[in-house]
């Protein structure tokens, strides 16, 4: 799935900081895979899980601090 829209998600009236809808944090958790989350078209990077984090070596935010080119060059 890819969510062009990559815009802050609102809940009622106060801006949700997980970019992710409910739910989905567990789901991207239990993928064995490294998964990380991009804005387009800046390639921010919004979220990864815990996968990406261990392999990376890096804690979530740490990782999601970088610029994706620090990460993959």
Known sequence: M?????????????LSADPL????RIAMDMVGDAVVLLSLPEFELLDT????????GYTRDQLLSL???????
Not at 21 to 24: E, Q
């Open 21 to 24: 809808p409910s739910g989905w």
């Open 49 to 56: 899980n815990r996968a990406a984090c261990e392999r990376l």
């Open 2 to 14: 890819i969510d062009r829209d990559a815009a802050p998600r609102f809940a009622g009236d106060q």
């Open 67 to 73: 610029e994706v080119d620090e990460v993959v060059p």
